[in-house]
C-alpha cells in the first residue's frame, strides 16, 4: 500500500478561510512522485509484548490525541464519542456521546475531561456526564488541557484561555498573538512547568500566568523566514518533550530545539524538517524527521546521537519514549519499538492495518495505541 501523506491543511487567521496547503504547495511539488513506504524487514522480538486488549471508539483523526493518566486512558471519535478506559484491562470506566463531531481532544486530569466540537464549543465530562460547555471565539485544534481544577485552551487564532473545570466559567483569555497569516491545523504545545502555563505561540514558547493570562517570558525557537507565507510558517507543533524544567520542542519544518524555563533561556537550536512533536527523556531528544528518519539528538548540546533509516516514508506519527524503548505508530497501522541506545527494533506490534495517527501512550504499564478506524490497542511488555 502505498502511503499518500494527509494535506497540510492551514487555517488563514483573516476569517479563518480553510486552504489547502497542498494546492499551494503545487508550484514546489509539481511532478514529484510519492515514494513508496519503505519494506518492513524480518526481525526477532528482543522486547515481547503481549497483546492484553482491544477495545472500539469509532472512527478518528490526526486532532483527537489520547491522553493517559494513571491507569486510565481517555479516547475520543471523530463523531463525538469520549471513553475513559481502564488501562488494565481496556474495560470502559465510562462513555459519553457528545453529540457533536470534534476537532480537538482529549485533554484530561484523570477526572475532568475536555474535548473541543467543530462547532467551536469546549465540552468539559466527569463521571461519564457531561458538566458544562461552553462556545469559543475561535476553531481549535490543539487539545484542551486540564490542570489545577481548569482547563486551558489554545484556539487557532493563538489565543489562549483558561476556564473553572467545575463550572465552565471563563476566567481569563489572553487576547491572539503574532501577526503570520496562516496556523496549521493540527495540534500545537500546550504544557504545565511547575505554576507555569506553556504554550506554541508561532515559533515561540511562550510563559503565562495560569491565575491571569499575564504574559512571563518568550523562548524563540525559529523565527519566520521566507518571502510567502508558506515559507514564515513555524508553529511549534505537539507533542513536546519536558524532563523537569527543560521543554524541548518542534518548530514546523524549521528546528527541533530546547528552553530551560527555569532560566527561562534556549538551550540550543538545530534546524530540522519534520511536522509532528518530540519527547525527551535525561540523555536524548527524540525526532521523526518527515521523510521518516527516527533520531536521537543529545538533550545537553542538540548534537546528534544516533538515527534509524529503516522506516522511511512510512508516516510515522511522533515519538513516544517509554523506558528502554522509543514508540512510533505508522500509516500502515503498525507500532514499532525502537531502542533509545542506539534505535534497533526491537519490537514491532500489529493493529488492524489502518494508520496510527496519534503517539502511542502509556496507561499504567499499558502501551496504547488507536487506528484511525478507531480501534484502541493495549500491549504490555512481558
Not at 49 to 66: E, I, K, S, Y
Not at 302 to 330: F, M, Y
Request: charged share 15%.
Amino acid at each position: 500500500m502505498t502511503f499518500k501523506p494527509t494535506p497540510l491543511n492551514l487555517v488563514r487567521r483573516s476569517g479563518m478561510a480553510l486552504l489547502l496547503g497542498t494546492a499551494l504547495l503545487a508550484g514546489c511539488s509539481s511532478g514529484s512522485k510519492v515514494p513508496e513506504p519503505m519494506a518492513l524487514d524480518s526481525f526477532t522480538a528482543l522486547v515481547p509484548a503481549r497483546q492484553v486488549w482491544t477495545a472500539q471508539v469509532g472512527t478518528t483523526h490526526a486532532q483527537l490525541v489520547p491522553v493517559a493518566r494513571g491507569e486510565r486512558v481517555f479516547v475520543a471519535s471523530a463523531a463525538g464519542t469520549l471513553a475513559a478506559l481502564d488501562g488494565r484491562t481496556g474495560g470502559e470506566v465510562w462513555r459519553v456521546n457528545i453529540a457533536s463531531p470534534l476537532s480537538a481532544g482529549v485533554g484530561s486530569d484523570g477526572t475532568t475531561a475536555a474535548v473541543v466540537t467543530s462547532n467551536n464549543q469546549l465540552v468539559a465530562v466527569a463521571n461519564g456526564a457531561e458538566v458544562w460547555r461552553t462556545q469559543l471565539p475561535a476553531r481549535v485544534f490543539t487539545p484542551p488541557l486540564v490542570a489545577g481544577q481548569r482547563v486551558f485552551v489554545l484556539a487557532g487564532d493563538r489565543s489562549v484561555s483558561a476556564f473553572d473545570a467545575r463550572t465552565g466559567t471563563r476566567l481569563w483569555s489572553q487576547a491572539p498573538r503574532g501577526t503570520d497569516p496562516l496556523v496549521l491545523q493540527q495540534a500545537g504545545v500546550l504544557l504545565p512547568v511547575g505554576d507555569v502555563l506553556y504554550a506554541g505561540i508561532g515559533g515561540r514558547l511562550t510563559a503565562y500566568n495560569p491565575n491571569n493570562g499575564a504574559v512571563r517570558s518568550e523562548s524563540a525557537l525559529a523565527t519566520p523566514r521566507g518571502v510567502n507565507e508558506i515559507e514564515r510558517l513555524v508553529d511549534l507543533v505537539g507533542p513536546a518533550g519536558r524532563v523537569d524544567t527543560v521543554v524541548c520542542a518542534r518548530a514546523y519544518q524549521a528546528t527541533v530545539g530546547c528552553v530551560n524555563t527555569a532560566g527561562p533561556s534556549v538551550l540550543w537550536t538545530r534546524p530540522s524538517v519534520g511536522s509532528v512533536g518530540v519527547d525527551a527523556d535525561a540523555d536524548f531528544v527524540f525526532t521523526t524527521e518527515g521523510n521518516g528518519r527516527v533520531q536521537a539528538l543529545r538533550r545537553s548540546n542538540g548534537e546528534p546521537a544516533w538515527s534509524h533509516d529503516r522506516l522511511l516514508h512510512r508516516g510515522l506519527t511522533a515519538p513516544l519514549a517509554a523506558g528502554r524503548s522509543i514508540v512510533v505508530g505508522d500509516a500502515q497501522g503498525f507500532v514499532h519499538l525502537l531502542s533509545r541506545l542506539d534505535g534497533g527494533l526491537l519490537n514491532r506490534l500489529p493493529t488492524d492495518g489502518s494508520p496510527i495517527l496519534a503517539t502511542p501512550v502509556l496507561a499504567g504499564n499499558t502501551l496504547v495505541a488507536v487506528t484511525r478506524n478507531g480501534n484502541v490497542y493495549g500491549w504490555r511488555p512481558e
